[in-house]
């Protein structure tokens, strides 16, 4: 029996099995999820604020921190349904804390941690770039350690040295544009609308091969870096050059896509050359892009290395992940004081072994 307020200090002894509430809110995205270290995924349910922001052509934080306000304790309520779990049955609450928007990071801290304490078990904050690195440890064929893992979403494009969980070693990074932010400012200077991956992906498909050729930025220089601002000069200097009839938005979107897969393939290979690793991991939000999976697996199939991704669901903002990797802290015996808080930036490299 656990008094609310006095949170728990370990997990329970059954073999240290943890039932966990994961809620996400790091950005545009209300997710939740109930994961059972025994049993899997129990349930999810993930709340899309696109359609809202896609007027603006980009999201607006105090909207998105308000509208998180709005669906995250229904989506709560519906997901213990869904997972015909009681908040007696659990074992912690896992939210989001960093890295993210900062006002949409402390409606899920602050939810968070209120329903750890009013149901007496511990909380703990999730670095929402673990999360995703962690999330095709949700698949029935999930990878081992070590392996080498490529995050890409709209805020981050970085590559890393996994050997297990907490010890990351950062290989390289975006010096400017992360690529998926790089996919929503091409979409919108191209009036495809947001969120710009899918956008940019659809427009591809009807452009015609080889009308433009953007470059391929930091690939012509050693090194593990990333840059994609001028991948995305490349394509409004285009735009501004020509009409933009729909042939020509195609052809601008196909070139730009082909250029930004390219540099993060090419990168992908010397990574693995580096590392000698033979299991590399597709993270985030880009990592739903149909071509960069088929590029990188033909790469894996050329050099005997397997590609490993979570489902498209799973590779946007969601609270599976948090779950998962919440799960894993928790049941080593992590959680969080009394206190909450956000961590708008937050290194990966920062974290440590649970």
Excluded at 171 to 181: H, I, K, T, W
Excluded at 274 to 291: D, E, F, P, S, W
Excluded at 311 to 324: E, H, L, S
Aim: overall charge negative; hydrophobic content about 45%.
């Amino acid at each position: 029996m656990y008094t609310a307020g006095l949170a728990r200090t370990s997990p329970d002894p059954d073999n240290g099995r943890m039932r966990v509430l994961g809620l996400e809110t790091s950005c545009d995205d209300t997710g939740v999820a109930v994961f059972d270290t025994e049993r899997g995924l129990l349930a999810h349910k993930l709340y899309s604020q696109s359609q809202m922001h896609a007027e603006y052509g980009g999201v607006v934080p105090e909207l998105a921190s308000r509208d998180h306000i709005r669906k995250l304790l229904p989506l709560v309520r519906e997901v213990l349904a869904d997972a015909g779990t009681a908040p007696s049955d659990l074992d912690g609450v896992a939210y989001t804390k960093g890295p993210g928007l900062a006002g949409a990071l402390l409606v899920g801290a602050s939810i968070g941690r209120s329903l750890a304490y009013a149901w007496g078990i511990p909380a703990v904050g999730v670095h929402h770039m673990e999360g995703h690195l962690l999330a095709p440890m949700l698949e029935p064929d999930a990878p081992a350690f070590p392996f080498l893992a490529l995050l890409v979403s709209g805020g981050h494009t970085l590559l890393t040295d996994v050997h297990a969980v907490g010890d990351y070693r950062l290989l390289g990074e975006s010096v400017d544009d992360a690529v998926g932010e790089a996919f929503d400012k091409t979409a919108k200077l191209l009036g495809l609308g947001y969120p710009g991956g899918p956008a940019i992906a659809a427009a591809a498909a009807h452009g015609t091969p080889g009308r433009f050729r953007f470059p391929r930025p930091m690939t012509d220089r050693p090194g593990l870096d990333f840059s994609f601002s001028g991948l995305k000069t490349a394509a409004l200097t285009a735009a501004q050059q020509h009409a933009l009839d729909a042939h020509t938005i195609g052809d601008i979107a196909l070139a730009f896509q082909e250029a930004a897969v390219d540099t993060l393939v090419i990168k992908c290979a010397r990574a693995l050359e580096q590392t000698g690793h033979t299991r590399l991991v597709i993270a985030g939000g880009v990592g739903a892009n149909a071509l960069l999976r088929t590029r990188l697996q033909e790469l894996g199939g050329k050099i005997n290395v397997r590609v490993y991704y979570p489902r498209p669901v799973f590779c946007t903002d969601n609270g599976a992940m948090i779950a998962y990797a919440g799960a894993l802290r928790l049941r080593a015996g992590q959680q969080e004081g009394m206190a909450f808080g956000a961590q708008a930036r937050w290194s990966l490299m920062d974290l440590a072994a649970p």
